[in-house]
């Protein structure tokens, strides 16, 4: 005879219902491999997914899966509803499949209702440094949440004991309300000053060192600042069609290396005259894009392999599409887009 008594993870509900109870460490496995904008509502769904998902060990397991999966971030402003827009899409892999097609799909993750704040820099795990003249601000799109910084320089480490901002000695000359193309590397953080040269923050020492740049170089006013083999580098956009590629090989030294790299006027082209970058993507290729948003023409990006000396374009559908403009009221003139490599969700709120 059959047995007909319920399993052992099975209960009965007020109804009478036989109902089966998932295991926890299941339910957390589970939820870390969910979106970090579902995980976000998730966490209302009952007091225990709530403990789960704001507990440290979690979120630390989830920033950890999250940087095996890159993002690209993008961002536009819209002055006729004083908004800006922030978007987020998978960095696309170069797989060397001519079939596969090249394009993928931008999902809407925030809206700011403030155009005073300017971004940058690209993300650091998940987090956006917003400015505003010397005013900072911090902004975490998969928790929707927006902190002011003090307007001093003072440090907060978010993994110590001590839970307060410490004021840190200054470089004389060293400024940080015109930091541009900032870049973590191997715990220092490089930003250029346009004035100066290239500004280095130890994280661990917590003090920022000048570094002069190579004479006749414009690393530090028009320059994307990259990670390249975990040095510094600096590229370079020659009007002769090159792309130059400085690497910092002593930073003590102010030593750096020169590569020139072909193929550069292949992107006017693919994008047109007017080319941004804001750095390497996982693949180590430099991403370029048009910051010009246009209702006419699909939204694309480019990455130049320095290894290959190749070009790919990528197409990314979901922004700015005429469903989105409509919802949103958005006319059909051309925006500035902002696109940052290496964006990463982490729901740890601020």
Known sequence: ??????????????????????????????????????????????????????????????????????????????????????????????????????????????????????????????????????????????????????????VFTLSSQQKEWRKIEITQGVTYNMVREGICIDGAIYYADGRLGIVSFDVRSEKLELIQTPKGSDIAHFSALINYNSKLGGVEYECSGEIVLWILEDAEKHKWSEMACPLAFEWSDLLGDHITSNGEIHTGELMVVNPGLRSSKPFSVCYYDFNRESIRKVEVKGIGDDEFRRVHGIGKRTREMLCFPGYVENIKFL
Not at 12 to 35: Q, V
Not at 132 to 146: K, L, M
């Open 1 to 154: 005879m059959e047995d007909s008594q319920p399993s052992p993870s099975s209960n009965l509900d007020d109804a009478g219902n036989s109902t089966t109870n998932i295991p926890l460490d299941l339910t957390i496995e589970i939820l870390a491999r969910l979106p970090g904008n579902s995980i976000i509502r998730f966490q209302y769904v009952s007091k225990l997914w709530f403990s789960i998902i704001r507990s440290k060990d979690f979120t630390h397991s989830f920033l950890t899966r999250s940087k095996t999966r890159p993002r690209l971030l993008f961002t536009f402003k819209h002055f006729d509803s004083r908004k800006r827009f922030i978007f987020s899409a998978p960095e696309h892999d170069n797989d060397n499949d001519d079939d596969k097609a090249s394009s993928f799909i931008a999902r809407h993750d925030m809206t700011i209702s403030d155009l005073v704040y300017y971004i940058r820099c690209r993300p650091v795990n998940g987090f956006i440094c917003c400015t505003r003249g010397d005013s900072i601000a911090v902004c975490n799109p998969t928790t929707r949440q927006i902190v002011k910084l003090p307007d001093e320089h003072y």
